[in-house]
């Protein structure tokens, strides 16, 4: 990763590139931008978002208003599912992220995207990493299956393997989908978190909702500047669990071999 082209401060980042959260340091402005952030989502999840994620939301305080406080939120994580954040200055290296998440920690960015970046933006920010990814953390399952992930990542690295695990952390942890008794809904935080893709991923009839595939996904290209043509759809995070759970030293050594699938081939 070349810190160098990010935007956030990475100067004063530790070892595990931790930084304070100067939430003191907020303004105004960013606090309302994050609030309009907040407002746009609000209205779509009830229709979009997955059952877990709704419920942990509903038991946050406060965190409609304001930019949330993390040490604030981590203690109610701790004693949810053991989990706490860690505000880093963006996106990290490889070895330090699964360090974290082996630890039952996730990092969170610090900063908030800029007023004309409401619709897209290239890099995760605070609104993204919050509204995406922490909800879901309060889930039991979910979060056990993110702990697994961040170990499956180090033995990865071990292996060679990081693109095939990054291209299942695509598409289920940022890109994924879930089925309901209500129809399917986004888990993804790449999906709560956007303003457009959100309802796409779930009523537009023309990208492919496939069922979850661990090896087609780990086989599957992926595209970062654009809504995603091809969406693999979980039973729930236990079947999520489940088709995890497996070695993949075998796996990553069979597919290594064979070639990757466009983003959206049939
Ligand atoms: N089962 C995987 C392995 O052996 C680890 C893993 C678990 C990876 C859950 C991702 C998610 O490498
Ligand atoms: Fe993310």
Known sequence: MAEAALRGDYTRAGADYAVEQDWAAYTDAEHALYRRLFERQAKLVPHYACPEWQAAIAGLEGVSEKIPHFGRLSEKLRRATGWEIVPVPGLIPDEAFFTHLANRRFPV????????????????DVFHDFFGHVPLLFDRTYADHLYEYGKGGLKAMRLDAVKMLARLYWYTIEFGLTRTKAGIRAYGAGLLSSGGELAYCVDDPRPQRRPFDLERIMRTEYRIDRYQDTYFVIDSFEHLMRETAPDFTPIYARLKSLPSFRPDEK
């Open 109 to 124: 960015t610090v900063w908030l995207r800029k007023p004309e970046e409401f619709d897209y933006i290239v890099e995760p």
